[in-house]
Structure formats: structure tokens, C-alpha cells
């Protein structure tokens, strides 16, 4: 069965620093994966997904994942975190169907100036 | 294009009442699903719907259920609301017409269910 953990419930960043949420997959067979960010009081919106094409993925906003089968992880970057980049970030994996998301528990993340 | 709509974005219940959500998705979109987020739970996974048939069930119990319309509108009723439903309930669209698929998700804001 497939699973998402996210490491980290909330992740602390300096404007203009470094932005890394962790994700970690567990799929018995190549898998879908998805970012999606919500800020407060909205729905989910799709940063960017991976479907086995090239394994460096470029997102909207800025951000990018990188899948690493070895490692089993599909991680968040962006290069330089801006105030309006906090939100609550959530990685998921699609089930076998591809009609379900299976969501990690989500990172909150925090910018300050 | 118009995105998710759905209604009421709001909604205030008494114990043991039944509600009925109600979800349109992106036009053209034929598959709909239903989420639910809580802050133990997390976002758990309802059901799906395409061409008015239910493709995919999550593990939820019988009290709620979904369906769906001709034009792809959908709708989602709890029963017998319980304390434990208050949540978040989010709807989403994508084309997804073959399985597997990789089409993408559009979520909606969501309805927030408040149950007293």
C-alpha cells in the first residue's frame, strides 16, 4: 500500500534562506507524487507533481523536487524563501488507481523577515 | 475557466442532523473526489466519482455517502453527524478517465462543517 511521511510538522525559515520540507514515500509500484500547498482558509493548490518523466520536477513559485528512488524521498526546495511562501505544505502519493491522493500529515511553514 | 465551487463554504449542524454538500467541478472535468481534513486525521480520502459511478472508496463508515449528476456535479451527504465530523471537506476534479492516471487534482476551497 502506499504511504507518505513528511518530516517535520513545521519548518522555521529566515526570508531569503534555503526552503527544504521533506517527504519520504513508501509505493509497491512506481509512484505518482504531488506537492500541494494550502494557505490559510483555502483549498489545495498543486505545486508541482512527478509521473516517472524526468526526476528533477520544477514547480510554480519558485520550488522543486527531486525523486531519488534509492532513498525513497521526493523533498520540497525552493532556493529562497519569500514572506508570502508560508503556508502548510502537504506531499502525496496516488494510489494504485491514480483516482486517490494519500496526503502526508503536512509541514507548516514559517518565514520571518 | 472557473475553478472547484463549492457550497456552502460554511455550515453549522446539531448531532444526530444529516447534511448534504454540494461540489461542481472545472468544466469538463468528469472525475470528482471527496477529502476530509481534520487536524488529527490529516487529509483522508472519501470517494471518487467518474460518469456518475463511484470508482474508489475510502475507509470511511456507511453514514456518509456521495454522488453524481449527469453534468458532473456532486454531492456528498453525512447522516447521523457525530461530533467527530467537524471538518474540512474538500472536493476535487481532474480529468482522470483511464486508470491508472496521472491527471492532476483541482481542489476546491472546501466546506467547513461545524458539528454542535
Not at chain 2, 457525530?82 to 471538518?87: K, N, P, Q
Amino acid at each position: 500500500a502506499q504511504s507518505v511521511t513528511q518530516l517535520g510538522s513545521h519548518v522555521s525559515v529566515s526570508e531569503g534562506a534555503l526552503v527544504l520540507l521533506r517527504c519520504n514515500y513508501s509505493s509497491s509500484v512506481p509512484p505518482y507524487l504531488f506537492w500541494y500547498v494550502q494557505y490559510p482558509n483555502q483549498g489545495l493548490q498543486l505545486l508541482l507533481k512527478y509521473t516517472s518523466a524526468a526526476t528533477l520536477v520544477k514547480g510554480i513559485n519558485g520550488f522543486e523536487a527531486e525523486f531519488k528512488k534509492s532513498e525513497t524521498s521526493f523533498h520540497l526546495t525552493k532556493p529562497s524563501a519569500h514572506m508570502s511562501d508560508a503556508a502548510e505544505y502537504f506531499c502525496a502519493v496516488s494510489d494504485q488507481a491514480g483516482t486517490a491522493l494519500i496526503f502526508g500529515k503536512g509541514t507548516t511553514l514559517s518565514v520571518s523577515s | 475557466k472557473a475553478g472547484v465551487t463549492q457550497t456552502p463554504r460554511y455550515l453549522i449542524k446539531t448531532r444526530g442532523q444529516q447534511v448534504t454538500l454540494s461540489c461542481s467541478p472545472i468544466s469538463g472535468h468528469r472525475s470528482v473526489s471527496w477529502y476530509q481534513q481534520t487536524p488529527g486525521q490529516g487529509l483522508q480520502f472519501l470517494f471518487e466519482y467518474f460518469s456518475e459511478t463511484q470508482r474508489n472508496k475510502g475507509n470511511f463508515p456507511g453514514r456518509f455517502s456521495g454522488r453524481q449528476f449527469s453534468n458532473s456535479r456532486s454531492e456528498m451527504n453525512v447522516s447521523t453527524l457525530e461530533l467527530g465530523d467537524s471538518a474540512l471537506y474538500l472536493c476535487a476534479s481532474s480529468l482522470s478517465s483511464g486508470i491508472p492516471s496521472t491527471d492532476t487534482q483541482y481542489f476546491g476551497p472546501g466546506t467547513r462543517l461545524t458539528v454542535l
